[in-house]
């Protein structure tokens, strides 16, 4: 018996893999990549979904790359958005769907997680858990392991499969009860259930509202939006500036071919900077305005900007640096 994990990268989905993988079914761990993940560096790679799911299950993990497709719930969910662009209901949906299609490429009879009645406000009281699993096409496929005493019987469980005494009947938003449970199952070292996705952040959604709102929702400019400073800058252009050196790289490795960049000569030290979009003369030499903005001092209290685009020769100007009204009216 053969069951799909679907692993988030935090403590619940684990423990709900570790529930079954202890009544004898083999787990096969899947994390679904989704483009509003928070970017991780180096560190934070060590306690990834993939490490802990290793270190837990004694199984590497499979992931699956959503793409362009998972785009498309950001622009008019049917179960509408949480408290920022979170279109919670709708991604479960879709996600559970694609685990669906991959029960028989597996040979898998059924799907797990990590849910626990109540502890999301908007996708996991009873009426969402339903919604969901109806509307994925799982209906008594779905097992919720950390929850799954206060829900009614699953396949699984009428069919005897798993035993039903042996799942539980964790309810809200309390982490004793998991963090108890993996002291048992000897896990530790994972991460705080602070949550993965930026759609949940005001600031990011803030941002990829200005994305929708000028049609410009691609997978390349939502990856720009998870670094940086934002600045709109006129009705087709944008400029990002880098706010330290790894974020500095990262633009210089996102720009592609019409896009410009911009940055200090090299005797001042500043940020890298990414104008995207139509660009004349006057929104260039605004950039380096606020590329100026951002970079030490100089004796003369003005800053040298070069900029040009990728692959292209370099062109400079000598700018005072924008005033704090000016970044405020522009940043997003």
């Given at each position: 018996?053969?069951?799909?994990?679907?692993?988030?990268?935090?403590?619940?989905?684990?423990?709900?893999?570790?529930?079954?993988?202890?009544?004898?079914?083999?787990?096969?761990?899947?994390?679904?990549?989704?483009?509003?993940?928070?970017?991780?560096n180096?560190?934070?790679?060590?306690?990834?979904?993939?490490?802990?799911?290793?270190?837990?299950?004694?199984?590497?993990?499979?992931?699956?790359?959503l793409?362009?497709?998972?785009?498309?719930?950001?622009?008019k969910?049917?179960?509408?958005?949480?408290?920022?662009?979170?279109?919670?209901i709708?991604?479960?949906?879709?996600?559970?769907?694609?685990?669906?299609?991959?029960?028989?490429?597996?040979?898998?009879?059924?799907?797990?997680?990590?849910?626990?009645?109540?502890?999301?406000?908007?996708?996991?009281?009873?009426?969402?858990?339903?919604?969901?699993?109806?509307?994925?096409?799982?209906?008594?496929l779905?097992?919720?392991?950390?929850?799954?005493?206060?829900?009614?019987?699953?396949?699984?469980?009428?069919?005897?499969?798993?035993?039903?005494?042996?799942?539980?009947k964790?309810?809200?938003?309390?982490?004793?009860?998991?963090?108890?449970?993996?002291?048992?199952?000897?896990?530790?070292?994972?991460?705080?259930?602070?949550?993965?996705?930026?759609?949940?952040?005001?600031?990011?959604?803030?941002?990829?509202k200005?994305?929708?709102?000028?049609q410009?929702?691609?997978?390349?400019?939502?990856?720009?939006?998870?670094?940086?400073?934002?600045?709109r800058?006129?009705?087709?252009?944008?400029?990002?500036?880098?706010?330290?050196?790894?974020?500095?790289?990262?633009?210089?490795?996102?720009?592609n071919?019409?896009?410009?960049?911009?940055?200090?000569?090299?005797?001042?030290?500043?940020p890298?900077c990414?104008?995207?979009?139509?660009?004349?003369?006057?929104?260039?030499?605004?950039?380096?305005?606020?590329?100026?903005?951002?970079?030490?001092?100089?004796?003369?209290?003005?800053?040298r900007?070069?900029?040009?685009?990728?692959?292209?020769?370099?062109?400079?100007?000598?700018?005072?640096?924008?005033d704090?009204?000016?970044?405020?009216?522009?940043r997003?």
């Open positions: 018996m053969r069951a799909i994990t679907l692993i988030s990268g935090g403590l619940d989905s684990i423990l709900a893999a570790r529930i079954i993988q202890e009544q004898g079914i083999d787990v096969l761990p899947l994390n679904f990549k989704i483009p509003f993940c928070q970017r991780r180096k560190s934070a790679e060590a306690n990834s979904a993939g490490a802990l799911s290793k270190n837990s299950l004694g199984k590497d993990l499979r992931t699956v790359d793409g362009a497709g998972f785009l498309e719930l950001v622009v969910p049917k179960h509408g958005f949480g408290s920022n662009m979170n279109p919670c709708d991604c479960k949906i879709f996600m559970f769907r694609k685990a669906r299609e991959l029960l028989g490429p597996l040979e898998a009879q059924f799907i797990v997680t990590g849910e626990v009645l109540g502890q999301r406000p908007m996708s996991q009281h009873r009426q969402a858990l339903e919604i969901i699993e109806r509307e994925s096409g799982l209906e008594g779905l097992l919720r392991p950390l929850c799954a005493g206060l829900l009614p019987e699953t396949l699984p469980e009428k069919e005897g499969w798993v035993e039903r005494r042996r799942l539980f964790f309810n809200g938003r309390g982490r004793s009860p998991q963090i108890g449970l993996a002291k048992e199952f000897n896990i530790a070292d994972y991460p705080n259930p602070a949550g993965g996705c930026l759609l949940t952040d005001p600031q990011f959604s803030s941002r990829l200005d994305l929708l709102s000028h410009a929702l691609n997978l390349e400019n939502v990856e720009l939006l998870k670094i940086g400073r934002h600045f800058l006129s009705e087709q252009a944008k400029l990002i500036v880098g706010r330290n050196e790894e974020e500095n790289k990262e633009l210089e490795g996102l720009a071919s019409s896009d410009y960049l911009f940055m200090p000569d090299q005797d001042l030290a500043g890298a990414l104008g995207r979009g139509e660009f004349n003369q006057g929104l260039i030499r605004l950039s380096s305005e606020i590329a100026g903005r951002y970079c030490d001092s100089s004796a003369s209290g003005k800053a900007i070069s900029y040009h685009k990728k692959g292209e020769g370099l062109s400079a100007l000598e700018v005072s640096p924008a704090e009204n000016t970044l405020k009216a522009l997003l």
